[in-house]
């Protein structure tokens, strides 16, 4: 099994900056696509951030301009610095990757467990 482990979390005044990071460890092959989705209260779970392992990327519309997702394949990780942030950035966010095992074929799904980002004065 490979396993997601995020840090990074906090609470944060609004117009500030927090920067997420997301490791992925066990016995890996290839890492494909990597994204950041985020939960709030009572809401179902939003794509953030996307990025493929040729680095292209997408942003959610609330979030462009504001957020910067990035993947070191070296590391096997994956970031999301945080600037100007709003109260409506308050969720759990989690760490989304697909990735392939050494010596097994086909591409797995992983969830990291989330970690609590508030946005408030």
């Known amino acids: 099994q490979a396993r997601l482990v995020e840090a990074g979390g906090g609470l944060v005044q609004p117009g500030g900056s927090l920067r997420l990071s997301c490791a992925a460890s066990?016995?890996?092959?290839?890492?494909?696509?990597m994204a950041w989705y985020r939960q709030a209260p009572g809401k179902q779970r939003d794509l953030v951030a996307d990025?493929?392992?040729?680095?292209?990327?997408y942003y959610a519309d609330s979030v462009k301009g504001r957020f910067t997702i990035s993947r070191d394949n070296n590391k096997n990780a994956l970031n999301l610095q945080m600037n100007s942030l709003k109260p409506d950035d308050t969720a759990v966010y989690y760490c989304?990757?697909?990735?392939?095992?050494?010596?097994?074929?086909?591409?797995?799904?992983?969830w990291g467990q989330g970690t609590q980002v508030t946005v408030s004065s």
């Open positions: 989304h990757v697909r990735l392939r095992r050494t010596g097994l074929y086909s591409v797995e799904t992983y």
């Open positions: 066990g016995s890996i092959a290839q890492m494909f696509n």
């Open positions: 990025i493929t392992n040729g680095e292209n990327t």
